[in-house]
């Protein structure tokens, strides 16, 4: 049963719950049945990431884009309430909230622009994400963000994007390359996006083998299945060939070995599915394929308002932990002796195995969203009234993107468009997705 048109309207941003602020997810992933004891969300972190959109505009016209058909015509959101929103976050988040700034493409704003919105995330003591498709973010300008406080940057590489002369997930390996090579040596975890469609699904197994030879250079590889919402023109995916068991089962054939999706669990295990191993370039290794030891230790290691993110923030608490408590202790001898025995080789000449998680993200589509899988979302967009789920934000983006902040204390008035004016009758420079397709059809017979 999936949401009607009013309940999608009736969906509200969340509230922010100051004495505990995991009230929300936790609530919402309990009511769905997934609060069990392999679940992170809602218990050592209260939210996974909040996407702040600073403009809608984009250098590229991808054909499964989320975007609105308005997109091009909204004003950049203004510093001064970009700063509202940042602070908002932290009201509802806390500490270490995952801050992923995106758009659009970000990289569109000045240098400048996003030095301050990553020194405010800084100031609140947040972690911020550079989501771009790579095109202007070139060396200078990863330095200059590194050097503001920048964490990560993600970059958007796929063959949705249609860049000329690559036709072919394998031949964009070269610009995943050469992104790299650009963020070489910063202070930055590099992660990569891809959008899984028809047109790429079968290159996943190839595509999971480049991400795991660049382990160490590459933290997560995210794998975002096809879904029917915004102006690209391509709508709801072959659900015969792109699945979660169909994409699980292609990112463990690239992998070499079967691949524990729900160990840990974050969030709504039909939303998320994730993984991690470790590898020496010759041997792969499922990292989580210990339930008893990991469950028992993410729940005496649970905390709230600290960073679950860097690993080398985390491993101090575990061993600390693992001395206070024997029978973790015991639990982790085990475990670690078993991942000794299997990179025994590599560790003899002092080669240490590196870490890659992978991600798939089963986003619905704009008129197909499911309650709980709503009210337990991880991934929220911050609204200018609030964190609101990113599926739920995409039904009703139009709205949501065009919508006028009034001015009352503490908050200044902006409005992210000058008229309302039909997306049908933008200029032809201004359309993309499906309406640039309908009106290049158009010119081609007139």
Request: aromatic share 8%; net charge neutral.
């Amino acid at each position: 049963m999936y949401l009607t048109k009013q309940d999608i309207q009736r969906f509200q941003p969340s509230r922010p719950h100051p004495d505990d602020p995991t009230t929300s997810l936790r609530e919402g992933l309990q009511q769905s049945g997934h609060f069990g004891s392999e679940q992170l969300a809602g218990r050592t972190f209260p939210i996974a990431c909040v996407a702040l959109e600073i403009t809608q505009r984009c250098n590229l016209d991808c054909t499964l884009c989320y975007l609105s058909d308005l997109a091009e015509t909204v004003r950049d959101v203004p510093l001064f309430e970009l700063k509202r929103r940042i602070k908002m976050i932290h009201d509802h988040y806390g500490d270490y909230t995952n801050v992923q700034i995106t758009g659009g493409d970000p990289t569109l704003r000045t240098i400048p622009d996003l030095e301050e919105i990553v020194r405010e995330i800084k100031a609140h003591n947040m972690r911020s994400a550079l989501f771009t498709n790579g095109i202007k973010a070139n060396r200078h300008m990863l330095e200059r963000m590194a050097a503001a406080g920048l964490d990560d940057v993600a970059f958007h590489v796929d063959v949705t994007q249609e860049r000329k002369g690559y036709e072919s997930e394998a031949a964009l390996n070269a610009i995943r390359l050469e992104y790299l090579e650009r963020a070489a040596g910063l202070p930055l975890r590099v992660l990569f996006n891809t959008t899984v469609c028809a047109d790429n699904v079968h290159e996943i197994p190839d595509l999971v083998q480049f991400f795991i030879q660049h382990a160490g250079q590459i933290s997560l590889a995210s794998f975002q299945m096809q879904a029917d919402t915004g102006r690209g023109i391509l709508r709801e995916r072959d659900e015969t060939l792109i699945n979660q068991q169909s994409v699980m089962e292609l990112v463990e054939q690239g992998a070499g070995t079967s691949l524990p999706f729900d160990m840990p669990m974050i969030g709504h295990p039909d939303c998320n599915k994730y993984t991690a191993v470790l590898t020496n370039g010759k041997t792969t290794v499922p990292l989580y394929d210990d339930p008893p030891f990991f469950t028992t230790l993410f729940h005496a290691i649970a905390q709230q308002g600290v960073d679950w993110s860097v690993e080398r923030k985390v491993l101090p608490r575990a061993l600390r932990t693992a001395i206070r408590s024997p029978h973790i202790a015991a639990l982790g001898l085990v475990f670690v002796i078993r991942k000794v025995w299997a990179f025994k080789s590599s560790l003899f000449h002092r080669k240490m195995p590196k870490k890659i998680s992978f991600f798939i993200h089963n986003f619905m589509d704009a008129e197909k969203l499911e309650e709980d899988r709503c009210k337990s979302c991880v991934f929220m967009v911050a609204t200018a009234r609030g964190p609101l789920s990113m599926c739920v934000h995409n039904s009703k983006r139009d709205a949501m993107i065009t919508e006028a902040v009034p001015e009352k204390p503490g908050q200044r008035a902006w409005s992210p468009i000058e008229a309302e004016i039909p997306a049908a009758s933008l200029p032809y420079k201004k359309l993309k997705g499906r309406l640039r397709a309908l009106q290049a059809e158009a010119r081609k017979s007139a």
